[in-house]
Nanobody, 119 residues
Framework: QVQLVESGGGLVQPGGSLSVSCLAS????????MSWYRQAPGKQRELVAR???????IYADSVKGRFTISKINAKNTVYLQMNSLKPEDTAVYYC?????????????WGQGTQVTVSS
């Protein structure tokens, strides 16, 4: 079974930058889709960014132009670079993977990492 471990969350001031990482316990080269979601208190979990195996990416409208998702297969890691952070970006950020190409579930989650944007 693949383990997904997020790291890099923390407290940052509005306008600041932060990068969160998702380290997989095995190769993600053949994983078709990896995503970052977030969930703020009292709100539903929402898709933030997604990267496909062919390199295509998609972003939520609320983060376009500010966030960048990247996947480094050699490091088994997916990153989310977050710039120009706003208080409304405060949430627990979760890594998600479609592991069907590895014989796993279509929807597999990490434990999450807290990102707080506040002055």
């Amino acid at each position: 079974q693949v383990q997904l471990v997020e790291s890099g969350g923390g407290l940052v001031q509005p306008g600041g930058s932060l990068s969160v990482s998702c380290l997989a316990s095995r190769s993600i080269f053949s994983v078709n889709v990896m995503s970052w979601y977030r969930q703020a208190p009292g709100k539903q979990r929402e898709l933030v960014a997604r990267v496909f195996s062919d390199g295509r990416t998609i972003y939520a409208d609320s983060v376009k132009g500010r966030f960048t998702i990247s996947k480094i297969n050699a490091k088994n890691t997916v990153y989310l670079q977050m710039n120009s952070l706003k208080p409304e970006d405060t949430a627990v950020y979760y890594c998600n993977a479609d592991l069907r190409s590895l014989g796993g579930p279509a929807d597999y989650w990490g434990q999450g990492t807290q990102v707080t944007v506040s002055s």
